[in-house]
DNA sequence: CTAACATTTTTCCAACTGGTCAAATTTCTG
DNA sequence: CAGAAATTTGACCAGTTGGAAAAATGTTAG
């Protein structure tokens, strides 16, 4: 049987069955253990990442690391939760009281630098996602779905004012997490067409550019 | 040493050595290993997948499957080769003598169709990526660019004439992937945030129909 | 039918995997 | 400094992994 399938019994915390303080070293550590296995876990997927490698990029050895984390899934976990805050702040910060242009502007805006600034936690996303998001599945459905219908609904108000062309509210989120994200997600794919010349610093200004029209004018030219 | 970086010495077909004509037998199962493969490799990517797993699902033993296969790299070169093609044929079906926005409403639906046709291509694509494209980086930068610049360029030529708006091609492009891609590789999100209501059939011709809005004519209402 | 070839199965292996355990070492507290 | 607690290490384990070898079984052209 695979590990993945296999039921896991006890909790996260094994090890501090008392709730002593934590220490330094221990906060330190498990600093430097999530940062190593940030890198592994989105570069590789859960399955595709083995325990050494990320000792081996924590500098510590492998029973060194299970001191701190008895088991792999409870790195992962933690990783999870650290990077769905991050995902969603963008979009929880969108303001129902504001104006819908700049807020939708200014929406695309966090959400991309977010792939600028997080990429290893947006491919992390994305990997799990890739993975038919076996571990978060109930966060989708709950916090994600909540939230996405809470907006989903201030941006079809914004529409029923005339304030933005009428569109399918879902399919615009879905649009906006889409094109921000491949940035980071797609890196890779994104430098070797841009060439080296234009895959520096640039390029995160030149699709704020271009997506801030592309969301606001659209192709078509307005003179016909 | 992990076998992902190893350097693999011999060619694919080392058991063909003599170019014998391929038996009925030898297509038909490769075939179904090809198939089973794709299942697995675009779940769990080309560490995360076992060359167990891929048997099973194709039903063999793991050495016939071997016979037919020597090494598991060489099933996923095969499935990279025949998913390139399926990848890039819209963009190459864009035609320059056509006129410019039906031209890029019809490559918007052929790739959207693309992610409901094929989404496990579409993954496997986008596992390669998240990895940094380690086995077709070289495609990348080749084949793909070569497209890309040109397509580019056939694109700014419109806009130079006025029938598109201005705007960097590169970045439509990367949207255009980013956003039909979404519906195929985040597939569950997409699932769990639309509810079980529409997330059916219906979702692509809601997504069809939204994103020709956007890009064609933005969010901003007209009439200021 | 039968030899030559193609296919499949059985057995096996060394390296890697997630994880345990007890002993050794370091760090903190009084 | 001494003792207790925290941390680190080395040895180990059972299951999994990619793959090899060879024997056993099918298939087919002459």
Same mark, same amino acid.
């Given at each position: 049987?695979? $590990? ?14 008392? &709730? ?12 430097? /253990?999530? !940062? ?17 490698? /990320?000792? @081996? ?7 060194? #690391? ?12 933690? #990783? ?5 805050? *991050? ?5 929880? =910060? ?9 807020? *939708? %502007?200014?929406?695309? %805006? ?13 491919? #992390?996303? &994305? ?8 571990? *978060?599945?109930?966060?989708? !459905?709950? $916090? ?5 219908? $809470? ?19 879902? =399919? #615009? /989120?879905?649009? *906006?997490?889409?094109?921000?994200? =491949? ?21 995160? $200004?030149? &699709?704020?550019?271009?997506? @801030?029209?592309?969301?606001? =004018? ?7």
């Amino acid at each position: 049987m695979l $590990e993945s399938d296999r039921p896991k019994g006890r909790g996260t915390e094994a090890r501090q069955r008392k &709730a002593r303080p934590i220490t330094r070293i221990q906060r330190e550590k498990q600093d430097l /253990i999530l !940062e190593a296995a940030l890198d592994v876990f989105s570069l590789h997927g859960f399955r595709g990442a083995t325990i050494d490698q /990320i000792a @081996e990029a924590a500098g510590m050895s492998k029973p060194n #690391l299970l001191y701190y984390f008895p088991r792999k899934e409870d790195i992962h976990k933690r #990783l999870m939760a650290g990077m769905l805050d *991050i995902w969603l702040a963008p979009l929880r =910060h969108m303001d129902s009281d504001g104006d819908p242009i700049p807020e *939708i %502007r200014s929406y695309i %805006r966090r959400k991309l630098k977010m792939s600028r600034d997080f990429p290893r936690q947006s491919r #992390l996303f &994305a990997n799990e996602m890739l993975q038919g998001a076996p571990r *978060i599945i109930d966060m989708l !459905e709950g $916090e994600l779905k909540t939230l996405v219908d $809470e907006k989903a609904k201030v941006i079809g108000g914004w529409m029923d004012e005339g304030k933005l062309n009428r569109a399918d509210p879902y =399919h #615009l /989120i879905f649009a *906006i997490w889409a094109t921000t994200q =491949h940035y980071a997600d797609f890196d890779v794919q994104v430098r070797a067409v841009l060439g080296n010349d234009r895959s520096g610093e640039g390029r995160f $200004e030149d &699709a704020a550019c271009f997506l @801030e029209q592309l969301f606001m =004018h659209g192709l078509k030219p307005q003179r016909g």
